[in-house]
């Protein structure tokens, strides 16, 4: 079994960001709601707790705390804010609100010595973000450090292995924060950091060879980093028992159906279904402009090409057809949140929102990764790293950001314009900073005049945002210059354009793409 760091979730943001500091740390960690029994942290043979922070007051009516009993099971336990008020009162201290409440930085001294302060100086700057404070501790509990709002900063149990922490060591502005997290790990939970991408990679294709044994797979290829690593990745463990399907919309990037069939064919010598789907796309979306429509015709067709070859191969195979597709579910749509809910997955963030009828067992390699994880492990398997690093692309793909009648010529017109944005910003070094950049084609035709000529044509408009989840973004500010030369190349290189404009509004109230 994997040595697994547990991070109770108790409602913040943070959960997520400690769960990645702690791997970071080479150990394996997976976020639990506080729910959790001291049963299930046995069951999972848990090395260490950490107690993440929340939005409570650990006094208050109603307020999330934990089962007791995990505190008796001999785990080592790292509360952290919230979570350190709790540790603190189950250790029997006392929690209040003084009134003297810290948010943001503050200067720590330390009080005492630890395995966990041991890389810290006498006075560090470490991040705070609590209303209420810890009080009193009993005498088996050491206070560690103190600020001049939280006298208890830092305090230890070294018997029972429990120790809490004010502030937020997660973040980057706490100094040796991630060394404290370490210390916790390496020389409190005795792990020794063992867990890396090959070690998952390995993890991953003995799980998938035990699920599927013998019995073929199959896996929808969109373009996109998840799927292009899971399907790399359950190649690796089962072989000729995959086939790929990559559906060509005639709305993807350009060059991507090369290089998607370039990758998986000659590289890793996948058993790949290209299936030329344009005509069939442009036909089904002809005259229609309602973006919803737009969506919808986009995702239906694509369920009915993919239903058609799954029952191609299984008409071919009988019984030995496939019974078994690979999704690239990641570990942020699977976490259940601290209310114990689990969180929703955005139904068209799916590969291609295959219905459940289809009648397959999910193969699901990347469910306890996250998105940083999923590139390392791509590259580890040998995946071109400008497939690994690709801004997100949305399942309908051009579809979303041709504004109107979805036509062969306007899709050209994008995809040439989409060629030129992104090969400036990479030749600018700003590809991988960006969340996402990209080319829009608007319902709109302008004047201008080239040459001698006066022109009719589309403006191109220019959108960059940089974000981190994709729930909220800023739009880049872009160098001037770069805006000039990618301006001056849209109308020189792009036919149909002779305008360029740039997109300078913000999520909310914008969203980033533009239907
Ligand atoms: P919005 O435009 O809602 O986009 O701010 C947020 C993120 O989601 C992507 N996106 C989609 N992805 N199917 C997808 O797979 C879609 O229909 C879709 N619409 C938006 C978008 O590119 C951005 O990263």
């Not at 994997?2 to 960690?29: H, K, N």
């Not at 050491?142 to 001049?148: C, G, I, M, N």
């Not at 191609?312 to 019984?319: C, F, K, M, P, Q």
């Not at 050209?412 to 400036?424: F, R």
Request: negative net charge.
């Amino acid at each position: 079994m994997t040595d697994v760091v547990l991070v109770v979730d108790f409602g913040a943001q943070y959960a997520q960001l400690i769960a990645r500091r702690v791997r970071e740390a080479r150990v394996y960690s997976e976020i639990v709601p506080t729910t959790i029994t001291a049963d299930a942290v046995r069951a999972k043979g848990a090395r260490g707790i950490i107690l993440s922070g929340g939005p409570s007051s650990v006094y208050a009516e109603g307020a999330p705390g934990i089962d007791p009993e995990i505190f008796s099971l001999g785990i080592p336990v790292l509360g952290i804010c919230y979570g350190a008020q709790l540790l603190a009162q189950a250790l029997g201290g006392t929690v209040e609100a003084t009134g003297r409440g810290g948010y943001g930085r503050a200067a720590m001294t330390l009080h005492g010595g630890s395995p966990l302060t041991v890389d810290f100086p006498q006075v560090s700057d470490v991040w705070m973000s609590h209303g209420d404070s810890i009080t009193a501790l009993p005498s088996s509990v050491a206070v560690l450090a103190s600020t001049e709002d939280a006298p208890v900063a830092f305090f230890g149990d070294e018997e029972a292995r429990a120790y809490g922490v004010q502030f937020h060591p997660e973040v980057a502005h706490s100094d040796h924060g991630q060394d404290l997290i370490e210390r916790f790990l390496h020389d409190v939970c005795e792990l020794p950091g063992t867990w890396t991408h090959a070690s998952i990679i390995e993890t991953q294709v003995e799980a998938v060879r035990a699920q599927v044994g013998s019995k073929k797979v199959l896996c929808a290829l969109s373009g996109g980093v998840d799927s292009a690593v899971a399907a790399a990745l359950v190649h690796k463990a089962i072989g000729e028992q995959l086939t790929c399907v990559f559906v060509d919309t005639g709305l993807m990037r350009r060059g991507e159906g090369e290089q998607i069939e370039a990758t998986f064919t000659k590289h890793f010598q996948v058993d790949l279904i290209h299936v030329k789907a344009a005509d069939r796309y442009f036909a089904a979306l002809a005259g229609v402009t309602d973006p919803e429509r737009k969506r919808k015709i986009i995702g239906e067709l694509f369920i009915r090409i993919f239903e058609e070859v799954a029952r191609d191969l299984g008409a071919g195979l009988g019984e030995e057809g496939p019974k078994f597709l690979v999704q690239g579910t990641l570990y942020p749509d699977v976490i259940e949140s601290g209310s114990g809910h689990a969180a929703n997955i955005k139904s068209h963030h799916n590969v291609g929102g295959l219905p459940d009828d289809l009648d397959f067992s999910l193969v699901e390699p990347l469910r306890l990764l996250f998105k940083d994880e999923v590139r390392a492990v791509g590259e580890e398997l040998g995946l071109p790293s400008d497939l690994v690093w690709r801004q997100p692309f949305p399942g309908p793909g051009l579809g979303v950001r041709i504004i109107g009648e979805v036509t062969r010529e306007r899709a050209e017109i994008l995809a040439n314009a989409d060629h030129v944005v992104l090969d400036e910003i990479r030749k600018a070094g700003l590809y991988r900073e960006l969340w996402q950049s990209f080319a829009i084609l608007p319902a709109v035709r302008t004047v201008g005049v080239m040459g001698d000529g006066r022109t009719y044509a589309y403006p191109i408009v220019i959108r960059a945002v940089t974000s981190d989840d994709a729930m909220t973004a800023d739009w880049a500010r872009l160098p001037y210059e770069l805006l000039e030369r990618i301006a001056s190349r849209l109308i020189n290189e792009v036919d149909g354009v002779n305008r360029v404009a740039l997109d300078i509004t913000s999520k909310p109230p914008g969203t980033i793409e533009w239907e």
